[in-house]
C-alpha cells in the first residue's frame, strides 16, 4: 500500500492539526502554576468535599494567610498570591528558607452542596524526588484535626483523586508531630 505524495502531504498535515488542536485542550485541563525548572516534582489531584466551596475556599485561604496558623511540614511560610473568584494561587517557602513552591486551587460547586477542588503544587527547581513536599504543601491547607492539624475555621472532609502525584505519603505532612515526640 503507498500513497501519492500528495495524500502523504495531506495526512501529515492532518496530524498535525490535530496534534496543534488537542494541545489547549491539554493545557486547560491542568491547573498546575508555571514553574522554570524543565524538570521538577509536582502534585496534581482532585479533592472532594463534603462542604461547600464558600467554606472550603475560606479555610485554604485563613491558612495561607495566617499569622498564627503553622504549616505542620517543616514550618514553612505560606502566602496567599491571588484569591479571585474560584481560583486561588499560593506560594510556599520551605522552613530552611531555600525553596519555593506554587500552587493553584481551581474551586468547583457540586449538586449535592459540596465541592470539588482541582489542585497541583509545583517545585520551582530542578527536582525529581520531593519526598511528598508537594503534596503535603496541598494536604496541609485542607486537612483536619481527625487528620492531626490544626483547623482554622471549619474542619473539612474531603476524599482525593490523584491525577499525577506519585509521592504522598502523608505521615511526612507533619514533621511537628516528630518534635513533639522527642
Not at 20 to 43: N, Q
Not at 62 to 71: H, I, L, T
Not at 145 to 164: F, I, K, M, N, P
Given at each position: 500500500?503507498?500513497?501519492?505524495?500528495?495524500?502523504?502531504?495531506?495526512?501529515?498535515m492532518m496530524?498535525?492539526?490535530?496534534?496543534?488542536?488537542?494541545?489547549?485542550?491539554?493545557?486547560?485541563?491542568?491547573?498546575?502554576?508555571?514553574?522554570?525548572?524543565?524538570?521538577?516534582?509536582?502534585?496534581?489531584?482532585?479533592?472532594?468535599?463534603?462542604?461547600?466551596?464558600?467554606?472550603?475556599?475560606?479555610?485554604?485561604?485563613?491558612?495561607?494567610?495566617?499569622?498564627?496558623?503553622?504549616?505542620?511540614h517543616n514550618?514553612?511560610?505560606?502566602?496567599?498570591?491571588?484569591?479571585?473568584?474560584?481560583?486561588?494561587?499560593?506560594?510556599?517557602?520551605?522552613?530552611?528558607?531555600?525553596?519555593?513552591?506554587?500552587?493553584?486551587?481551581?474551586?468547583?460547586?457540586?449538586?449535592?452542596?459540596?465541592?470539588?477542588?482541582?489542585?497541583?503544587?509545583?517545585?520551582?527547581?530542578?527536582?525529581?524526588?520531593?519526598?511528598?513536599?508537594?503534596?503535603?504543601?496541598?494536604?496541609?491547607?485542607?486537612?483536619?484535626?481527625?487528620?492531626?492539624?490544626?483547623?482554622?475555621?471549619?474542619?473539612?472532609?474531603?476524599?482525593?483523586?490523584?491525577?499525577?502525584?506519585?509521592?504522598?505519603?502523608?505521615?511526612?505532612?507533619?514533621?511537628?508531630?516528630?518534635?513533639?515526640?522527642?
Amino acid at each position: 500500500f503507498f500513497l501519492k505524495p500528495s495524500q502523504t502531504t495531506t495526512m501529515t498535515m492532518m496530524r498535525s492539526l490535530t496534534v496543534l488542536l488537542l494541545l489547549p485542550l491539554h493545557a486547560m485541563a491542568s491547573v498546575c502554576p508555571d514553574t522554570p525548572a524543565r524538570v521538577h516534582a509536582s502534585c496534581e489531584m482532585t479533592v472532594t468535599f463534603d462542604q461547600s466551596c464558600e467554606k472550603v475556599k475560606n479555610e485554604v485561604e485563613a491558612r495561607a494567610n495566617s499569622s498564627n496558623w503553622v504549616d505542620p511540614h517543616n514550618k514553612g511560610t505560606y502566602t496567599l498570591e491571588i484569591a479571585s473568584g474560584t481560583r486561588v494561587a499560593i506560594s510556599r517557602l520551605s522552613g530552611d528558607g531555600l525553596y519555593t513552591d506554587k500552587m493553584a486551587l481551581e474551586f468547583a460547586d457540586t449538586d449535592s452542596n459540596g465541592c470539588i477542588v482541582s489542585a497541583c503544587s509545583a517545585s520551582q527547581v530542578t527536582s525529581v524526588l520531593d519526598f511528598s513536599t508537594n503534596f503535603c504543601n496541598l494536604y496541609n491547607l485542607y486537612c483536619n484535626s481527625e487528620d492531626g492539624c490544626a483547623v482554622v475555621g471549619d474542619e473539612l472532609t474531603h476524599s482525593e483523586r490523584y491525577d499525577s502525584c506519585w509521592q504522598r505519603s502523608v505521615e511526612k505532612c507533619n514533621t511537628m508531630k516528630k518534635d513533639e515526640a522527642l
